[in-house]
């Protein structure tokens, strides 16, 4: 499986990015997705995940009421919604599916990761 991440950038605080990860693969619509972010500095962290069908999504409680993870199994791709975003939401943002049982909240419950994509907030 192969991710691709797209849709980072400069955003003033405030406003609104929507990132995308394309995936490769038939099987797609069988893995757990997750986005997780690393600023500079600092360990990479879980930002959100959803179930293959969309039916259940998970946040991090510093993006919960400003994020939403969706997913378009028919379209291999899975997007994180970044609304109200803050300055300290800056970092690189990564995709990762997950093909096995495996946390979902923590990197190594994830078998596949995308290159990441760079998300900065100016104040």
């Known amino acids: 499986v192969q991710l691709q991440a797209s849709g980072g950038g400069l955003v003033q605080a405030g406003g609104s990015l929507r990132l995308s990860c394309a995936a490769s693969?038939?099987?797609?619509?069988?893995?757990?997705m997750g986005w997780f972010r690393q600023a500079p500095g600092k360990a990479r962290e879980f930002v959100a995940a959803?179930?293959?069908?969309?039916?259940?999504?998970y946040y991090a409680n510093s993006v919960k009421g400003r994020f939403a993870i969706s997913r378009d199994n028919a379209k291999n791709t899975v997007y994180l919604q970044m609304n109200s975003l803050k300055p300290e939401d800056t970092a690189v943002y990564y995709c990762?599916?997950?093909?096995?049982?495996?946390?979902?909240?923590?990197?190594?419950?994830?078998?596949?990761w995308g290159q990441g994509t760079l998300v900065t907030v100016s104040s």
């Open positions: 990762a599916a997950r093909a096995a049982g495996g946390d979902i909240w923590v990197e190594n419950g994830y078998d596949y």
């Open positions: 959803i179930t293959w069908s969309g039916g259940s999504t």
């Open positions: 693969g038939r099987t797609f619509s069988s893995y757990v």
